[in-house]
């Protein structure tokens, strides 16, 4: 007796949960091959981009080279985040580095949202495909038991036969489900490890270019007092 066969033959139930259990792998091995591709690519865009970007001369130069390697736009969204200008609203309150900590916290949040993408579905079949099984299986012996009932001699062909019609319906729901826990836990292994690459490279670049806008704030203010020293001293001159 096949999957196909136990289809057929069973009730609207029965055959409802066989759907569903197809459904639920279907789209969790999709998940699992594209996320597999995907995360195969970012981690190592990820160390290829950031490494070309610290070899630039500038920001600007970093970010055209980070570019050539960044595929899945893991790294330039982060690089494009400091150069966003608020000017005359609350996002340019406070100084440069509160700014940046703000705009790359927002950029790192879309960013590993593209990289979970997935991981509440496989989190899901994993956690719910076995007591789909289970139910199909209920629903089975149920019926068994109630044939059983009706007929007028028990057999032991015809209790092993219903019955274990019923439990593939829990070797399915295993099936379904040992994948997407798999899936699961390597890829969220996978991808706190960039997510840690990712927070290091944007906690380094606001250190960056806050130490720049720090070192040109002294710059501005020695030209200011020099040009009132200045005036001063032409004034008293004049006088």
Known sequence: MSFIDLFRQGDAITQVVAVLLLAMSVASWVVILWKGWLLRRASRDVSRS???FWQAPSVAEGQQRAAAFDRESLVLPLIAATQVEAAGSLAAAGDRSQQLTRLLRDALHGVLD?????????ATVGSTAPF????????G??????????ASQISIDKIAGPVGESLIMTAAGLAVAI???????IYGRLI??????LEGFARDLRELLTHDANAATPRQGAKTSA?????????SVGA
């Open 50 to 52: 950031t490494a070309a």
């Open 114 to 122: 593209k990289l979970q993408f997935g991981q509440v579905l496989l």
């Open 132 to 139: 789909v099984g289970l139910l199909g299986t209920v629903w």
């Open 141 to 150: 012996i149920y019926h068994a038991l109630t044939g059983i009932a009706a």
């Open 179 to 185: 994948p997407a826990v798999l899936g699961y836990n």
């Open 192 to 197: 706190g490890r960039i997510e840690a690459d």
């Open 227 to 235: 040009g009132s020293s200045g005036l001063h001293e032409v004034r």
